[in-house]
């Protein structure tokens, strides 16, 4: 994945300070304002907070003359893609880094020159700095007792400097516009993200929440992407004649030494904001999935997702602040920074027992240090191929039935002490056995990697928490998801046993019957038999008594895990499913069969089934170009779609080769079957043991097109920067896996073996009408049953033509009639047993 698609909060900050420097700079430079010599050095941690290094990328070279058509297109993607990735060599860019000092000299200099034009962007682009950095100075203010919140003017500082070249620029002597002066510092907070700790975690109620007053904002509104604000030209009207005068070179801010202290703590805060704002999106995630709203293999994706995104912005983050080394250090830090502003000794403990200072529990849930506590105790006692017995009830007994906003602090954290150290001995079993599998979450490989390295990353603290959360919002429901994944597996594998011994095509390859073998051992192994009660027999031997023995405990345990496996073994399905349709073209050859009695009017009922078929293969794929309205354009679209090259039905071609066989495509059949953005993004994930998800421009630009318009500002930010926040990403995922549900767990396997029954039907009731036209070798093969479907179009064509050319006026076909007849009583038999074609359903 690449991380310049995806952009953090700090590193948006980063971004628009920078911007708004630059333009600074370079309109103060028109302006008469004279530089000293820029820097000739990169800033390499800014670069890094940014998540971009020299050699990430560099950008293209511009042809000349002026690009056409498809040419044209491309160079425009390729420029969008370098100005999110590339960053320009110090030697032929150097960067030139402004103190904040000087933000307001400048702006003063280019309110002062006459004519100056203040674009209503520069303003706005200003205020969304200022909104970013006013958060965190009212969070260290609640933080602050009287005697530390004199440590904030520095905060206060920044702001206050800001608004001040806002109130310059927005001047009337700088002439902006009335847009200008009426942009408001505090832009829209249509994407806002509330970061109190009460919405995820029911309990927290309980504690003094000190982070009501956050919010943040995603950019994806605010034009700051115009010209003024890119290009470094003047826009004064006086001094447009001085575009010589621009600056070649780039513009950073630079905090200053005494500032580096608070610009780091300011990196920490947006962190842990940006997590805690994830938090909150899988929480109502999973809320919406336990009242009905939610399919649970997508919020099982968008969580996956969610884990991964969270890796990749941990290790941008450490990657430039290297000198926390660790989660325990940053952790730590953060909280004992947060301690002394409250003048709270972090060492003191109000109980014995306490894991910390609870006086700063809200603090200390928002940094996940009570998952981290738990991880790092659980990490002594691991020791390689040795697995911790941990004997049910030993640390109290979980009632899942219990009322968790009734409980105090220290009955919550019981609690998540319970639930954790009795299912992390089942993650060591995966962790000590070297098996793998599609569909394994990112907490599952995370703590297989603690079980080896007793290391514990931010990211790992912050996926467990999230399987607390998930709990806490199931309850006593936590096991139906296993259930349901059971129930799925089991009509799954009945549908494969079926599907093998059905006859097989000549052209289905052995290859593909072992896919098939493979995908029913995959049933067998981790969804109808325990897997991991084989692993604790094998390791533990005479010893297995002694630790929990419940079957399928961590499944039970583990709807994210239940969702990811269900997603693998439907998209296995899917592919395998539609393989096999294609190769007997079963339900296409139906498909046209089905349309031409409709237009007919020979079927007056409607195949829920086909109808989806239809709608998520889309009639311009299956019918090339549309449904066809008439019987001859039904034979015509029928033929086109088998290989039959298109000149066959033109007047002319018809008129010079009546005698002569249809001729052939060179490309042969068409190929209907297309997938979807989400299967062509997750496919590698979930189909292979060690496959990842690669974001690239296309596939983002095919998942926001899922979205249509429910994500436009989410198009908007994309469209302008090709940068998303990871919360905008997960919001058009989610968006994309509702609309694209339908065509995931369609049962291509089901509808095969439907199709293939009702062909065999009508073969049995117009056989000696297929002899009388056909002739006896009308079929050879058994895997040549589809093909009765074109016969009878083909026939019903002739007949109708034939009757024309005798009476003057179409005098329909008995054999369309007679199969109307038989696919209508075929489909009202399916609605009656209740026979729907959707996985699982």
């Not at 943040?216 to 003047?234: C, F, Y």
Request: net charge negative; proline share 4%.
């Amino acid at each position: 994945m690449s991380s310049n698609f995806f952009v953090n909060t700090y590193q948006l900050y980063k971004e628009q300070t920078d911007k708004l420097a630059q333009w600074l700079v370079d309109n103060a430079a028109a302006c008469g304002y004279k530089l000293p010599e820029p820097d000739k050095q990169v800033a390499r941690q800014n670069g890094a907070l940014n998540g971009t290094s020299p050699s990430d990328s560099a950008p293209s070279p511009t042809p000349s003359g002026r690009l056409k058509g498809r040419a044209r297109k491309d160079a425009k993607l390729r420029t969008a893609a370098a100005s999110v990735v590339s960053v320009e060599d110090a030697t032929s860019q150097p960067t030139y880094r402004i103190k904040l000092s000087q933000f307001t000299e400048l702006a003063r200099k280019i309110a002062e020159s006459s004519g100056t034009i203040v674009p209503a962007s520069v303003i706005k682009l200003a205020g969304r700095v200022v909104d970013l950095r006013r958060g965190f100075s009212r969070f260290y203010e609640k933080q602050a007792t009287d005697s530390t919140r004199t440590a904030n003017l520095k905060h206060a500082h920044f702001v206050s400097t800001l608004e001040e070249v806002i109130s310059i620029l927005k001047a009337p002597s700088s002439g902006a516009s009335n847009d200008s002066v009426n942009a408001s510092t505090s832009t829209n907070t249509g994407d806002t993200v509330k970061a109190s700790t009460d919405r995820i975690s029911s309990g927290t109620e309980m504690l003094s929440n000190q982070f009501d007053h956050l919010e943040l904002e995603e950019p994806i509104d605010i034009d700051d992407t115009s010209p003024a604000l890119n290009a470094a030209t003047p826009t004064t009207g006086a001094t447009a004649s001085k575009a010589d005068d621009k600056v070649s070179c780039r513009v950073e801010y630079q905090s200053d030494n005494d500032e580096d202290d608070e610009e780091k703590y300011f990196a920490m805060y947006c962190l842990f904001t940006d997590l805690h704002g994830l938090r909150t999106f899988i929480g109502k995630t999973w809320e919406d999935y336990s009242d009905g709203k939610m399919d649970l293999m997508a919020a099982s994706v968008l969580t996956n997702t969610a884990f991964d995104l969270v890796r990749r912005t941990e290790t941008k983050f450490f990657t430039a602040l290297p000198e926390f080394e660790s989660a325990q250090k940053l952790i730590q830090f953060f909280m004992l920074f947060i301690s002394i502003l409250r003048g709270v000794n972090p060492r003191h403990r109000e109980q014995p027992d306490d894991w910390f200072n609870y006086e700063v529990a809200d603090v200390a849930q928002w940094l996940y240090l009570p998952t981290f506590i738990l991880l790092d105790g659980f990490c002594d006692v691991i020791q390689p191929r040795q697995m911790p017995l941990m004997k049910p009830g030993f640390f109290g007994i979980y009632d899942p039935k219990a009322d968790r906003k009734a409980m105090s602090l220290r009955q919550m954290l019981a609690e998540d002490k319970i639930i954790l150290l009795e299912a992390l001995p089942e993650f060591c079993l995966l962790g000590d056995s070297k098996v793998q599998f599609p569909g394994e979450d990112e907490l599952t490989k995370g703590l297989r990697e603690m079980y080896k390295t007793k290391k514990i990353s931010l990211f790992l603290c912050f996926a467990t928490q999230i399987y607390l959360d998930i709990t806490h919002i199931r309850r006593d429901r936590i096991g139906s998801s296993f259930h349901d994944l059971q129930a799925i597996g089991r009509q799954a594998k009945k549908t494969l046993n079926t599907a093998l011994a059905q006859p097989h095509s000549i052209l289905w390859p052995e290859e593909n019957d072992k896919i098939l073998r493979n995908t029913l051992e995959f049933i067998d192994y981790w969804i109808t038999k325990d897997a991991i009660d084989k692993m604790r027999r094998v390791l533990l031997k005479s010893m297995y008594d002694k630790g929990i023995t419940e079957p399928y405990y961590l499944f039970s345990r583990h709807p994210l895990l239940c969702g990811l496996l269900q997603f693998s073994l439907t998209m296995m399905m899917r592919e395998a499913g539609s393989a096999m349709a294609m190769c007997w073209g079963s339900i296409l050859y139906v498909c046209h069969l089905y349309n031409a009695l409709r237009q007919t009017s020979n079927l007056s009922v409607l195949w829920p089934d086909m109808e989806t078929f239809i709608s998520i293969n889309t009639p311009e794929r299956l019918f090339v170009g549309g449904l066809p309205t008439t019987l001859e354009d039904c034979f015509k679209r029928y033929s086109l779609m088998m290989g039959t090259a298109p000149e066959n039905f033109a007047r002319d071609y018809q008129s010079r080769n009546r005698a002569r066989a249809l001729k052939h495509s060179k490309k042969g059949p068409r190929d209907w079957h297309v997938d979807p953005p989400i299967v062509k993004i997750f496919k590698e994930r979930y189909l292979s043991l060690d496959g990842s998800v690669r974001w690239t421009i296309l596939n983002i630009e095919s998942l926001l097109k899922e979205t249509d318009t429910e994500a436009h500002v989410v198009k908007k930010r994309w469209e302008k920067s090709h940068q998303l926040s990871p919360l905008q990403l997960l919001t058009a995922l989610q968006i994309a896996l509702a609309g694209e549900f339908p065509e995931l767990t369609y049962d291509y396997f089901g509808m095969h073996i439907k199709c293939l029954n009702l062909l065999r039907q009508l073969r049995s009731e117009n056989h000696d009408k297929l002899l009388q036209y056909c002739g006896p070798e009308y079929l050879e093969r058994e895997d040549q049953i589809s093909t009765v479907a074109g016969y009878i179009i083909m026939i019903s064509v002739r007949t109708e033509m034939a009757g024309e050319a005798l009476t003057s006026q179409s005098t329909g076909s008995h054999m369309l009639v007679e199969a109307g007849r038989i696919m209508g009583d075929f489909i009202q038999a399916s609605v009656d047993q209740g026979l729907g074609i959707t996985l699982g359903i």
